[in-house]
């Protein structure tokens, strides 16, 4: 599964979806990151760049998940 192909894109959608969730929740960075099991500076890009464009993470960053 590449970075470009259209099930490693769906996967990284899945996983900041999740994240978003957890954050209306209000999970707190440090542990989605931890539920992520990726970096807390991932998540913190994620939350903040959707943030910024007011679109949420679900069009935000790349995120490395463990296989």
Known sequence: ??????RGRA???AVR?????WFADGV????VARRLRVTQTAVCGW???GEQAGRGVEGVGRVSVPA
């Open 1 to 6: 599964m590449g970075v470009g192909c259209p």
């Open 11 to 13: 996967r990284r959608r």
């Open 17 to 21: 979806l999740q994240a978003a969730g």
């Open 28 to 31: 707190s960075v440090r542990e």
């Open 47 to 49: 939350r903040a760049g």
